[in-house]
C-alpha cells in the first residue's frame, strides 16, 4: 500500500478553497453539502453568478493571507500560476494546515481521491496521484452498484448502536446481527425511504437475536492466482471468522479473505492439531476456513483431515477450486 486514506472529520472543520476555475469549482462541490465551515477566496474576481455551486459560500475577491488561515484544516489550491500556488501554500501550511495543489503534488501534502459520497458513508479510491483518471473510472463503476440508502442505513445503525450492545453482549453475535440487519429488510426499507419501518425491522431483529452454530469451509487455493478463486470462495473468505491454511497458500490470496479476521499458518500442525483446532473454533460458534493450497479435492492432506473430522460431527463443507484453477494445479 502506497497510500494510506486517513477519514477526517469534517463537523465544524475550516476548510478553504482558493480559485476562480473550474478546478476550483469542483473543489468547492465536495464540500457544500458536509457540516464544514466553507471558504472561498478568488484572487482573480469571482465568477460569473451562473458558475456557481449552489449554496456555495460567498467568494472573497482578493488573494488570501496567512491569517486567513488560521484554524483551517485543509486548503485546496487552484491557481494558474505556479510561484502564485506556491506562495498560499507556504502560508496555509505555515498556519497548520494540510494542502491540497491541483494537478501539483511536489506542492501538496495530500492528494484528492475520487470519492463516492453516500453521506454518512463514503467510499475513496487513490492512486497517489499517478492515475487520477483511472480512480475517476473505478469510481464511476462501483458508484453504480452503491444504492443511495447507505447514508440513512448508517445513521439508524449508529443511533441503535448502544441497544444493540446492551441487547447482545457477545462479540460474535453482535457482529452476525449486523450483518443480517445490513442485508436484510431494513435495506430495502429505507431504499424506500421507510426510515421508521426500517429502524423498526432492525429492533426486532435485536429481539430476535440468537446464538449461531459454527461453520467450516474447505477452500482451496488452486493456482494461487487470486483473480481465479470463484465469487463464492471470496464471499466465503470475507465473512470468514479465523482462517487456518497451508503454508504454501499466497499471500496474494491472503489479501482476499477478511483483513481483520485471525489467520493461523498450519505448516507445523498435523492432521490431528488441525483438526482440533477447526473444533475448537467451530464449536465456538465460529465460521472457520480452512484454506488449502491447490485444489482440496486432490489434496492427500485435506484427506487425512477430513478423516479426523468424522469422528467429531464436525462437518466441512468444501467449495470447489474454479475448474481453470483445477486445471493448473493438476
Known sequence: MRVF?????????????????????????????????????????????????????TPRAR??????????R???????????AEAVARDARAAG????????????????????????????IATGGAAPILARDLRSRIEAILPQALGPLAEIAGEIRDQVKTGIPDFMARRRFWERAFRGLAVDL??????????AEMMRLIEAAAPEAGSLYGLGAGSGDPELLTLKALRIMQDADVILYDPEVSELVLARAR???????????????ACRLMVEHWTQGERVVRLYAGNPAASER?????????????????????????????
Open 5 to 57: 486514506l486517513a477519514g477526517i472529520p469534517l463537523h465544524d472543520a475550516l476548510v478553504v478553497v482558493v480559485g476562480d476555475g473550474e478546478a476550483a469549482l469542483a473543489k468547492l462541490r465536495l464540500f457544500v453539502g458536509s457540516p464544514a465551515r466553507l471558504v472561498w477566496f478568488t484572487p482573480g474576481g469571482p465568477p460569473d453568478a451562473d458558475r456557481r455551486p449552489a449554496n456555495a459560500p
Open 63 to 72: 488573494a488570501p493571507t496567512r491569517a486567513d488561515f488560521q484554524e483551517a
Open 74 to 84: 485543509l486548503v485546496f489550491i487552484a491557481l494558474e500560476q505556479e510561484d502564485e
Open 97 to 124: 494546515a494540510q494542502v491540497n495543489v491541483v494537478d501539483r503534488p511536489a506542492l501538496s501534502d495530500f492528494q484528492t481521491p475520487a470519492l463516492i459520497d453516500r453521506d454518512t458513508i463514503v467510499v475513496a
Open 190 to 199: 429505507v431504499g424506500q425511504g421507510r426510515i421508521s419501518a426500517a429502524r
Open 259 to 273: 483483513r481483520d479476521a485471525p489467520r493461523r499458518n498450519l505448516a507445523d500442525a498435523g492432521p490431528a492439531e
Open 302 to 330: 485435506a484427506r487425512r483431515e477430513q478423516d479426523a473430522l468424522n469422528a467429531t460431527g464436525c462437518e466441512m463443507i468444501v467449495v470447489p477450486v474454479a475448474l481453470d484453477a483445477a486445471r493448473l494445479d493438476s
